[in-house]
């Protein structure tokens, strides 16, 4: 079996529910396959993980849509969001996929070919990096061209009388 895939954290919210799922009995009341993390409305939510979009649109059920990433045998879900990429897309982690709607982000990981096979993704998740700043330098700086060197001078031969 194939280990799942660390992922980059789509939100820099708080965790707002954590993972509680029993492979035994997966919809017992209280029961949570997905985590969610707080975001404000409109933030940009980022690919997980690198992979193609097989899902992009609404939930059913849901009053937002949600965005899947097939991450070799791994998929990851991404609810209460709008999507900004259509299916099929190839995804780089990282790219913005969606956009945060007014609900928490969920975060949800599972084996592609296992309908039961959802995993606790929080353990897996690395912090976004930091977005890089770069401060200005000025202009590039110009090639040294050597100094211009005289031409000798050509003087006369000494006549020998």
Known sequence: MV????LLRPVEGPVVSRFSYGRAAPFRPGRRRIVRLSAPPGARVAAPCRGRVSHAGRVPGARAGGVTVRCGPWSVTLTGVDPAVA????????????RARAAPVGLGLRRTADAFGYVD???LLRAPSPARRYEPVGPAPRPRTPAPVAAPVARPAPVAV
């Open 121 to 123: 993704p929080l353990p």
């Open 87 to 98: 299916r099929g897309r190839s995804v780089r982690r990282g790219v913005t996929v969606a």
């Open 3 to 6: 280990d799942p895939p660390p």
